[in-house]
């Protein structure tokens, strides 16, 4: 099947490649019950050298860029309570972490979660993190620039290979809450 998107030799339906993903992105896929069927996600294997987007859009396609988005792990503080949470926003903006999501959370603080945490609460590898498959009872924060997307390129739960999602099907993801400015253009105040 041809990709949608990017410059791939094959794009197959997740469905058929469960065993390329990782248990918690696989599981989230057997169990997928949105209005977008979860054959219509689509698995695309790719180099893990490339994994980063700057050097990945120049392997697979510079459309790429504007129809990407980074799964940012986050962790809000307020006294001794903390918050893990997911952030889904397109790879040409930025996160507002201090503004839109430390106000969502009701956090007093919030920040990047260590590489660690990101990695051993969501069973992923870092730099492939996906919003398909977190534990149960994260806020999953998707900006509504990456809903409005007919297909958007996201990690698979490792650097190698990646997921095209049909924008719309991140609104459906468990926990998942659309916000208008979760992401911003690199330097607006």
Not at 6 to 16: L, M, Q
Not at 54 to 77: I, K, M, T, W
Not at 108 to 134: C, H, N, Q, W
């Amino acid at each position: 099947m041809r990709a949608p998107i990017g410059d791939f030799d094959h794009a197959t339906p997740v469905t058929d490649c469960l065993d390329e993903l990782t248990g918690p992105v696989a599981a989230a896929v057997r169990a997928w019950s949105g209005g977008v069927p979860a054959d219509r996600i689509l698995y695309v294997d790719t180099d893990p050298r490339w994994a980063d987007t700057a050097v990945f859009v120049e392997h697979y396609g510079r459309d790429l860029l504007e129809r990407s988005a980074n799964c940012v792990v986050v962790a809000g503080r307020r006294g001794a309570a903390s918050t893990l949470a997911a952030c889904v926003v397109l790879s040409t903006t930025r996160l507002d972490v201090n503004g839109v999501v430390r106000r969502h959370l009701g956090a007093r603080k919030a920040s990047f979660a260590p590489m660690d945490t990101a990695t051993g609460e969501t069973g992923m590898e870092y730099g492939g993190i996906t919003p398909v498959g977190l534990p149960g009872g994260w806020p999953v924060l998707v900006d509504a620039a990456v809903v409005d997307l007919p297909y958007v390129l996201v990690g698979s739960g490792r650097r190698r290979g990646k997921l095209l999602v049909p924008g719309k099907a991140f609104a459906e993801l468990p926990g998942a809450v659309v916000l208008e400015g979760l992401g911003t253009e690199p330097g607006a105040a």
